[in-house]
């Protein structure tokens, strides 16, 4: 009897966005267990995502189907307990102190780069590329990013340069080889030092377990590629004085980031479990209260589409490749890691969220930074 009050209200609900229970087109989902129902209203977005993740219901198109919830703001409506005890939970703790930082590399990161290297280009680079006009392939925009980093930061070579969330080394191999500067790059996940020193090596590039808390050395120019989304509202402040703490008067500090309109203190329940834990969208309010007093924004630059698709992109590769690493990587896995790609590619499609890079110098340095558009 509820299943079939609750198949009415989701029925409508779902209509209203033009998407069918059990419909033919690419959108519409094929409900396999009604149960599905039930954990949707008891458990929110947690229960909808752990119920693809069993197989209770699939879609041709998840990527579309998301887009036109994300579109309307219906994923808003969509709360549950989980999402309740979420924001409860952010709001008592510091869940990015320096005791809980390696948690997101050891759960998503530390993975293993066997998946990543059949996801990613060959610059293993896990962020938003940009799809300039003349960019063709997922690779020539991971390097069009970096080289417009570069710009804006104006890196000349004899610069030391600090990396904050180096990843797998790419944007500090990319530096030290064509601007002929010196990086240090710091990350929080085992498995990305390894990486990073071995493709680092040879150059003039040093790769640390550590974190960013924990540094007390001055650099020409800082960036940030990716990072930023780990380090928690109650953290914003103390990161830009770490930032400036570590920066030359006269340097410049860029900080790409994903980012949301609304102010928020914590993530999606089902992210927040099965992707990147302790983790959370700044917005454009907490980024400019955070940095107020230590520095200039220069500019601030949205390029949010490109990432839907640098996404599908990272979905295709890891379709295609999936067979590669299937017996480490089981069905579960595979269905997990496809829901979280494609329901990120419609949260940027439809500028649910954002990517943005944002450019610093030291408040009241003076320096002229050279133009780049």
């Known amino acids: 009897m509820l299943n079939k009050i609750l198949l009415d209200k989701y029925s409508k609900f779902l209509s209203s966005v033009d998407i069918e229970i059990n419909g033919d087109r690419l959108w519409d989902i094929q409900v396999h267990d009604s149960d599905l129902f039930k954990s949707i209203l008891f458990n929110g977005s947690l229960g909808l995502g752990e119920s693809y993740m069993k197989g209770w219901f699939d879609c041709q198109r998840l990527d ?11 994923n808003e409506q969509i709360g549950g307990i989980p999402k309740i005890l979420s924001t409860v939970k952010s709001k008592l703790r510091n869940l990015q102190s320096i005791s809980r930082a390696f948690q997101v590399g050891e759960q998503h990161y530390d993975i293993g780069n066997d998946l990543f290297a059949v996801m990613l280009d060959k610059t293993m680079t896990y962020t938003c590329g940009y799809w300039s006009n003349d960019v063709q392939t997922l690779e020539q925009s991971q390097l069009a990013k970096l080289d417009l980093v570069a710009k ?31 990086v240090l790059g710091i990350t929080i996940s085992k498995e990305q030092v390894d990486y990073a020193q071995e493709q680092c090596k040879g150059l003039n590039v040093e790769i640390r377990l550590v974190d960013y808390r924990d540094l007390n050395e001055e650099f020409d120019a800082i960036y940030s590629i990716g990072m930023f989304e780990a380090v928690g509202y109650k953290n ?3 990161f830009f004085e770490v930032v400036r703490r570590c920066l030359k008067s006269d340097g410049a500090f860029l900080l790409h980031t994903i980012g949301s309109d609304i102010s928020t203190t914590s993530t999606d329940p089902w992210v927040e479990k099965y992707i990147f834990p302790n983790g959370m969208m700044p917005s454009a309010k907490q980024i400019t209260e955070a940095c107020e007093g230590l520095f200039s924004i220069a500019d601030w630059h949205n390029f ?41 590619a419609a949260s940027f499609r439809t500028k649910a969220n954002h990517l943005w890079q944002i450019l610093y110098t030291a408040e009241g340095s003076g320096r002229k930074l050279i133009g780049y558009r």
């Open 64 to 74: 579309i189907f998301f887009e036109k919830i994300f579109t309307d703001g219906l």
């Open 152 to 182: 804006k930061l104006d890196l000349r070579p004899g610069m030391k340069v600090l990396d904050i969330g180096c990843g797998w080394g790419g944007a500090a191999k990319h530096f030290s080889s064509h601007y002929g500067v010196k």
């Open 236 to 238: 914003y402040r103390n």
């Open 304 to 344: 949010g589409t490109d990432y839907d698709k640098t996404i599908m992109c990272w979905y295709e590769n890891f379709t295609t490749n999936y067979k590669l690493i299937k017996e480490k990587y089981d069905e579960r896995f595979y269905r997990m890691w496809t829901y979280w790609l494609l329901i990120s």
